[in-house]
């Protein structure tokens, strides 16, 4: 009864605060987070209900109920007003409430799963054919020091930079590829896509490892 009176930014804090202190967050609270999140979904601002997915997500708890109702906040929200990111944490429930789900991979498809999948793979693609240039990939380390230090790879047509709605994470196309083979789900263009960039990418690095080494090209 206490949890229901905190603001979903408050919640989000208290979520966190278990990981960065090395340690996981009592199943209790999970699991009373967990119903909040199913209750307040289409309330909450979407920024919180990303970052509550994806901590329910990252503990293994995400489930049908879960998805379902973000899901729903998440099409009433738009999908085209999400960051990459976002779409990832949406991605990465999905694939694991599939996971845990008990019909068999062959037999009774998630429907409401399977079509937000589709959903969210259509949607990158849409952001990556808004210019004539196809689809490449470039390394971007971040400059300000308020920012991730890790360095991230980006698909993106044009101009590889975050802020940018057509830039979306390589690591959140590799979560929405998994999401999609714990679902069954088959997307041959997004795979397509997918591949392409994975194989520029290796093509690049074996390159570089070959300059190095004095080889050439």
């Known amino acids: 009864k206490r949890l229901e009176s905190f603001t979903s930014r408050g919640l989000c804090l208290l979520m966190s605060a278990f990981p960065r202190a ?9 699991l009373a987070a967990r119903r909040l ?81 589709t959903a969210i793979a259509d949607e990158m693609l849409l ?36 802020g940018r709605s057509d830039t979306i994470r390589l690591e959140n196309v590799a979560v929405l590829l998994w999401a999609m083979a714990q679902q069954g789900v088959r997307h041959e263009r997004f795979l397509r896509v997918a591949a392409d960039a994975t194989k520029a990418l290796l093509k690049e690095g074996l390159d570089a490892a070959r300059a190095a080494d004095g080889e050439g090209p």
């Not at 090395?22 to 999970?30: I, T």
């Not at 004539?132 to 920012?147: E, F, G, H, K, Q």
């Open 37 to 117: 999140l199913i209750q307040k979904a289409h309330t909450w601002p979407w920024r919180d209900v990303s970052l509550m997915v994806w901590s329910v997500a990252k503990m293994g708890r995400a489930n049908r109920e879960v998805c379902e109702a973000v899901g729903q906040a998440a099409m009433q929200h738009g999908l085209g007003t999400l960051h990459d990111v976002q779409l990832g944490h949406l991605a990465l429930a999905l694939g694991v409430a599939a996971r845990k789900d008990k019909s068999p991979p062959n037999g009774d498809q998630w429907q409401h799963g399977a079509s937000l999948l």
């Open 127 to 162: 952001r990556l054919d808004r210019a004539d240039a196809p689809a490449s990939i470039a390394l971007r380390i971040p400059s300000s020091p308020n920012t991730s230090t890790l360095a991230h790879y980006y698909i993106s047509n044009g101009t590889h930079d975050e």
């Open 22 to 30: 090395g340690v996981g967050v009592p199943l209790p609270l999970m």
